[in-house]
């Protein structure tokens, strides 16, 4: 690539041989393969298909892609009601709770016990009628854990609030609604649930995923990460199976935005080692200055492999380990 900013998909159109097929020297002719096989399925290449996009309208970035965004704003609620009515549930404002999902799981609190800071609860919103997620958060030990020398793990989640809020689009997880009472200890998000479990669950016992969802998938995510990009000014950070949800109609959506920034006056560099360590970039390996979009994309293509191989292309005894294989076979 050269040293512009490329846009996701003339990324892939200039460089899907190294960055969707970076196994070349890594001896994996089976994601080569499945690839071809991707290719030939409507006699189109699979590098046409990625770079056969919707075209922008003018406008620049405000321009949306024509798969883009529902118009919808984050309610944000300064107050909390708790009852239960005769049956024994259990309301939260108008939402009530069925049932725990789960400990509340983010990068943001990859080294601690989640578990002490906050559950996912599914619910039902009395008002309109459908099933949201209820992440609930435990704002006093969030703002008493330092994750640096002067930041909070809550200052953390006030960030991927705020990211959150600046998107909206069919194939990005939808946030609905931020209730946060003064008077109460706890912080209420409620987000759209999706149903179909990760693309990671998809993946089972060293299976690859059928080539018909390994092509929709990559496109609903190569869709969603130029809407973080290109219109929301977003670099994600952590794409990985385990952060693409599946819904009931099959659609794939990005999830968890906990280390994602929002990128100052359209610059994406970065000096910081996040990320998932088998999912990292070379430059980022290297503990040099990298271009946000770039890492974003070279993720894509190490999911794209996992779609296509059920394998991590990269893989290591150590962090260490995993990180000279990545630089030195990329």
Excluded at 284 to 301: E, L, N, P
């Amino acid at each position: 690539m050269n040293d512009n900013s490329p846009s996701l998909i003339s990324a892939w159109g200039n460089n899907v041989d190294r960055r969707a097929g970076m196994m070349r020297g890594y001896g994996t002719p089976q994601a080569i393969n499945g690839i071809n096989a991707i290719e030939n399925k409507d006699g189109s290449t699979f590098t046409k298909y990625m770079l056969r996009m919707p075209k922008r309208q003018e406008g620049g970035n405000e321009a949306l892609l024509s798969r883009q965004e529902d118009t919808m704003s984050v309610t944000e609620t300064a107050s909390v009601i708790t009852k239960k009515d005769e049956d024994g549930h259990k309301f939260i404002n108008q939402y009530m709770v069925i049932k725990n999902l789960g400990r509340y799981k983010s990068r943001l609190f990859h080294h601690i016990n989640r578990g002490s800071f906050g559950v996912v609860k599914l619910c039902f919103d009395t008002i309109l009628h459908k099933s949201v997620a209820m992440k609930c958060m435990n704002k006093s030990k969030l703002k008493r854990l330092f994750v640096a020398k002067q930041t909070t793990a809550y200052k953390l989640l006030e960030s991927e609030i705020a990211v959150m809020k600046k998107m909206c689009h069919q194939n990005i997880v939808k946030l609905y609604e931020i209730i946060d009472d003064q008077s109460y200890n706890k912080l209420f998000i409620i987000m759209e649930f999706i149903s179909g479990g990760s693309l990671h669950s998809f993946i089972k016992d060293g299976i690859p995923i059928s080539l018909e969802k390994c092509r929709r998938y990559f496109r609903d995510l190569l869709i969603g990460l130029e809407y973080c990009h290109e219109v929301a000014g977003i670099i994600h950070r952590d794409i990985k199976p385990e952060n693409l949800l599946i819904d009931q109609t099959d659609t794939l959506k990005i999830v968890d935005f906990g280390v994602a920034y929002m990128m100052t006056d359209g610059s994406d560099e970065s000096k910081m080692t996040l990320g998932s360590t088998f999912f990292l970039a070379p430059e980022i390996c290297k503990g040099t200055v990298y271009k946000g979009r770039r890492t974003d994309i070279w993720a894509v293509g190490v999911t794209l492999y996992r779609m296509v191989t059920a394998k991590i292309p990269f893989e290591g005894k150590s962090i260490p380990a995993i990180y000279q294989v990545i630089v030195n076979n990329e």
